[in-house]
């Protein structure tokens, strides 16, 4: 597995970098022999140390934690425990979704925009209709089953995940809802 550390105006020293990589493997280890890289990003927030940390796994799915202490070491520590609940409450879901698929997620990519979120500028536009893009980026769009979506949702720790259904192509949703469930959203069952 590749490794890649590194801090936000904090120096990684060579001591972290080992515990980081020997304790992280450990983790991902037990629950995905398939690995491919992960990022593990440290900061700081006043007082707090944060740690951010990625694996990607070779089946095109992403399990991201992140733990915040006012030690280095624990914040580390805090993410790889939550990292490691995530993978334990999907481990028979990850085995049992990826054991007859062959190939990789197949994504496809996709136009993002990020818009301004000040309704005042969006009504001083010429209409008043149109907001302002404040950023144009591109995404990629998983193919995945319904089950495998909201798989990667919780694994990313997202509130939405946009994909494209494995069983018709066409383009779903699906979210955490303010009650807690997941909302599913599948355009082509309106009608």
Same mark, same amino acid.
């Given at each position: 597995?590749?490794?890649? +550390?590194?801090?936000?105006?904090?120096?990684?020293?060579?001591?972290?970098?080992?515990?980081?990589?020997?304790?992280?493997?450990?983790? +991902?280890?037990?629950?995905?022999?398939?690995?491919?890289?992960?990022?593990?990003?440290?900061?700081?927030?006043?007082?707090?140390? +944060?740690?951010?940390?990625?694996?990607?796994?070779?089946?095109?799915?992403?399990?991201?934690?992140?733990?915040?202490?006012?030690?280095?070491?624990?914040?580390?520590?805090?993410?790889?425990?939550? #990292?490691?609940?995530?993978?334990?409450?999907?481990?028979?879901?990850?085995?049992?979704?990826?054991?007859?698929?062959?190939?990789?997620?197949?994504?496809?990519?996709?136009?993002?925009?990020?818009?301004?979120?000040?309704?005042?500028?969006?009504?001083?536009?010429?209409?008043?209709?149109?907001?302002?893009? +404040?950023?144009? #980026?591109?995404?990629?769009?998983?193919?995945?089953?319904?089950?495998?979506?909201?798989?990667?949702?919780?694994?990313?720790?997202?509130?939405?995940?946009?994909?494209?259904?494995?069983?018709?192509?066409?383009?779903?949703?699906?979210?955490?809802?303010?009650?807690?469930?997941?909302?599913?959203?599948?355009?082509?069952?309106?009608?």
């Amino acid at each position: 597995m590749r490794y890649q +550390i590194s801090g936000k105006q904090i120096d990684v020293g060579d001591a972290l970098s080992t515990h980081v990589k020997t304790e992280l493997g450990e983790t +991902i280890d037990k629950y995905s022999q398939r690995p491919t890289d992960a990022t593990v990003i440290f900061s700081r927030n006043a007082h707090e140390f +944060i740690c951010d940390a990625v694996v990607h796994l070779s089946t095109g799915l992403n399990v991201q934690a992140k733990g915040a202490s006012t030690e280095i070491y624990a914040a580390f520590e805090q993410c790889k425990e939550r #990292m490691d609940k995530q993978l334990r409450r999907y481990k028979r879901r990850l085995k049992d979704h990826h054991k007859d698929r062959v190939e990789p997620i197949a994504f496809e990519q996709a136009g993002m925009y990020v818009l301004a979120a000040d309704e005042d500028e969006w009504e001083s536009q010429a209409d008043g209709l149109q907001p302002m893009i +404040i950023a144009e #980026m591109e995404t990629r769009v998983p193919t995945l089953s319904v089950g495998e979506a909201v798989m990667q949702m919780e694994l990313a720790g997202s509130p939405l995940l946009v994909f494209r259904n494995e069983k018709h192509g066409g383009v779903n949703v699906v979210h955490r809802r303010e009650d807690g469930n997941v909302g599913w959203i599948d355009p082509r069952n309106l009608g």
